[in-house]
């Protein structure tokens, strides 16, 4: 069982959309990790969060750890922002990471 | 920085070959990840290091999987023999870890795409 689980698994978008992108993490994940993987390239951190809310740009993860939920935004989408965005949590007492299966994002122009 | 670096990108070997991957990881992390990323099982942590101290190997698939760190900058994953079923992507991550905090940003390598045929 997966103690990180990501909805969508796909979705497609049209440039300008504003995108959210869920992720629900079980008991024992101190840390939630939004990551970035283009097609055939590295992975990319963007956000490390334990509460709160993040921004970076046109990118906005927030966490509620009371319902154990987390959501990537993107605003105004843009057709490079197509990729895999990944949720990993860290496993309190240690710092391994429990990925989620990953949300394939497209943007067409 | 140049980031975690990683060699080589890409390599096509024989079944029952040995396979070496490096990893430099970021100068001044502590902590050195390898994983690895299939289509079937995602992505997996198979061992992590602190002050180049092995701390969980229990993702390790099997005997044929070492992992060493000599020192802080320079890490190696061997397969030894490999198998048609090692092929996938095998990123190596750092960090540096501070206890008193609850998760750090993770840095990751570009990646080293195993074929074993």
């Known amino acids: 069982k997966n103690e990180v689980e990501q909805s969508p698994q796909n979705l497609t978008a049209q440039e300008g959309e504003f995108i959210t992108i869920n992720c629900s993490y079980s008991?024992?994940?101190?840390?939630l990790h939004w990551l970035q993987q283009h097609p055939g390239g590295g992975i990319v951190s963007l956000f490390m969060?334990?509460?709160g809310k993040k921004k970076h740009g046109r990118l906005i993860a927030t966490i509620n750890i009371q319902e154990k939920h987390s959501s990537l935004h993107i605003t105004a989408s843009h057709p490079r922002d197509s990729a895999v965005y990944i949720c990993?949590?860290?496993?309190?007492?240690?710092?391994?990471?429990?990925f989620g299966k990953g949300t394939k994002l497209t943007v067409n122009p | 920085d140049a980031g975690v670096i990683q060699s080589p990108r890409h390599e096509v070997t024989e079944m029952g070959q040995e396979v070496t991957l490096r990893c430099k990881p970021i100068?001044?992390?502590?902590?050195l990840f390898w994983y690895r990323q299939t289509m079937m099982r995602g992505l997996e942590l198979l061992i992590y290091?602190?002050?180049?101290?092995?701390?969980?190997d229990s993702g390790m698939p099997e005997d044929r999987f070492s992992a060493k760190m000599p020192n802080a900058s320079f890490s190696t994953l061997k397969i030894q023999p490999s198998e048609p079923r090692d092929s996938a992507v095998y990123f190596c991550?750092?960090?540096?870890?501070?206890?008193?905090?609850?998760?750090?940003?993770?840095?990751f390598g570009e990646g080293s795409w195993l074929t074993v045929v």
């Open positions: 100068s001044g992390h502590n902590s």
């Open positions: 969060l334990s509460s």
């Open positions: 008991v024992g994940i101190s840390a």
């Open positions: 991550a750092s960090s540096f870890i501070r206890r008193q905090i609850s998760g750090n940003t993770i840095y």
């Open positions: 990993a949590g860290t496993q309190g007492g240690s710092e391994k990471l429990v």
């Open positions: 290091f602190n002050n180049n101290v092995p701390i969980d």
